[in-house]
């Protein structure tokens, strides 16, 4: 893993989705975190255009960086459906910078929100792992548990009642003599 240096407002670690780029620092709203950087592709070049990675950054419909080589930190940064960053594209300048778009504490993850055309091609098949869908799963998994448990009494509760109006019980009372259960009905003991 490349090492940072210390002046940097940012490391690389361990998050719920594998590596992450955190905040070290005190990172205030607008500012420039880093930069997204790796060899410029063409798609006009055919051997170019067909690499295929997760670290492919669309500038616009000619310019692409790669960003798979390991100097390139800010490909740690991850997805989230409600981000604390975002990124600055300058296809002219054939930039692109990730940029504060709130306030980040240090420890913070720094993420932002990839796109549709990467989220329906990676993401959504495996499901979005970002902390704001996890607390909506984890919300709708109760809601469905709550449901289940409703459904398991009312069930429970109906078959009490057709257990306890059935024509074979009505009116039977169950006596233990001697350990067996007894069972009268009209006059008559049954074993």
């Known amino acids: 893993m490349p090492a ?9 670690g361990r998050s719920k989705t594998g590596l992450g780029l ?21 798609s006009r070049i055919p051997e170019q255009d067909d690499i295929e990675n997760k670290y492919l950054f669309e500038l616009n419909g000619r310019w692409t960086i790669d960003g798979s080589v ?6 740690y940064i991850n997805h989230s459906c409600r ?13 692109v910078f990730i940029r504060a778009i709130k306030n980040i504490e240090p420890g913070d993850e ?8 990467y ?12 902390e704001s869908c996890e607390k909506k799963r984890k919300k709708l998994r109760a809601e469905a548990r709550a449901d ?21 019980n009505k009116g039977a009372k169950k006596k233990k003599l001697n350990g067996y ?7 008559r003991a049954r074993a």
Not at 22 to 42: C, E, M, N, S, V
Not at 83 to 95: G, H, I, L, T, Y
Not at 119 to 130: N, V
């Open 148 to 168: 289940r448990a409703k459904v398991k009494a009312r069930t429970e509760r109906k078959a009490k009642k057709a257990g306890a109006k059935s024509p074979n």
């Open 83 to 95: 981000p604390n960053a975002e990124s600055d594209v300058r296809p002219r300048e054939r930039k």
């Open 70 to 75: 390991r100097k390139n930190l800010a490909r």
């Open 119 to 130: 989220f329906k091609a990676y993401l959504k098949p495996i499901g979005c792992k970002c």
């Open 22 to 42: 955190f905040a070290t620092k005190p990172i205030k709203k607008g500012t420039r975190i880093i930069r997204y950087h790796g060899p410029i592709l063409d």
């Open 181 to 187: 259960a007894v069972a009268k009905r009209n006059g």
């Open 110 to 117: 720094i993420n932002y929100d990839y796109g549709t055309d």
């Open 4 to 12: 940072t240096s210390s002046n940097k407002s940012y490391r690389v």
